[in-house]
């Protein structure tokens, strides 16, 4: 059964510093990898997604990478921002037919300016 | 363009009582999802489809029934709710199944 862990569960940073996200998954036979951002009570916003061809993808201050034989993802965060304070979740797709997302459980980050 | 939107956005019902959420996409979108949030439990798939007239079970299915007559639109009810579906419960919809998902406001349904 495919296990989507994220740590660490909280992260504070002060502003303007560079940080690193992980997401790690015990089985490598993935479709592709999202990442997402939830703001408190509000839905999910896709941040990025990758295809389980490809080793990284980059939106703006975003870059999110992907080791499929370590079972490994990163979420880069340059320069952070108060405005990134948010809760990150990424998420693994096992089938191209069904869709089906299998979620860690989010990395709450708080940028204290 | 309004995207995907959910109703009720709040729900209190009592238990044993019939709840059906609402989700509506305006992008003609081939896959809808729903999905419950637990703190401790993260998002997990209730019900997904990859197309009108086609719904599948996901991970928590039971106690739940979906439907899908119209593109634009997949309900999600509780038969008979009862206290551990009290939860906040997401609609997402995708042009195709690998692509990126797009996720309503949420629903927060309490059971008495």
């Known amino acids: 059964k495919q296990e989507v862990t994220q740590i660490p569960a909280a992260l504070s940073v002060p502003e303007g510093e560079n940080l690193v996200l992980n997401c790690s998954f015990t089985?490598?036979?993935?479709?592709?990898l999202q990442w997402f951002r939830q703001d408190p009570g509000k839905g999910l916003t896709s941040l990025l997604l990758?295809?389980?061809?490809?080793r990284e993808q980059t939106s703006g201050r975003l870059n999110a990478s992907l080791d499929k034989s370590s079972g490994r993802s990163t979420l880069y965060i340059a320069a952070s921002q108060p405005g990134d304070s948010a809760t990150y979740l990424c998420?693994?797709?096992?089938?191209?037919?069904?869709?089906?997302?299998?979620f860690g459980q989010g990395t709450t980050l708080q940028v204290k300016p | 363009d309004a995207g995907i939107t959910q109703s009720p956005r709040y729900k209190i019902t009592e238990t044993g009582r019939q709840v059906t959420l609402m989700c509506h996409q305006t992008?003609?979108?081939?896959?809808m999802f729903w999905y419950r949030q637990d703190l401790g439990h993260g998002l997990r798939l209730i019900y997904y489809?990859?197309?009108?007239?086609?719904?599948d079970k996901g991970e928590v299915p039971d106690g739940y029934v979906v439907s899908r007559s119209k593109t634009e639109n997949f309900p999600l009810t509780l038969e008979s709710a009862t206290r551990s579906q009290t939860s906040v419960y997401f609609c997402?919809?995708?042009?195709?199944?690998?692509?990126?998902?797009?996720f309503g406001p949420g629903t927060r349904l309490l059971v008495l």
């Open positions: 990758i295809q389980s061809s490809q």
């Open positions: 992008w003609s979108h081939s896959y």
């Open positions: 089985d490598s036979a993935i479709y592709n």
């Open positions: 997402a919809s995708s042009l195709r199944g690998v692509e990126t998902q797009y």
């Open positions: 998420a693994v797709s096992l089938s191209s037919n069904t869709g089906k997302l299998i």
């Open positions: 489809s990859a197309a009108a007239d086609i719904t």
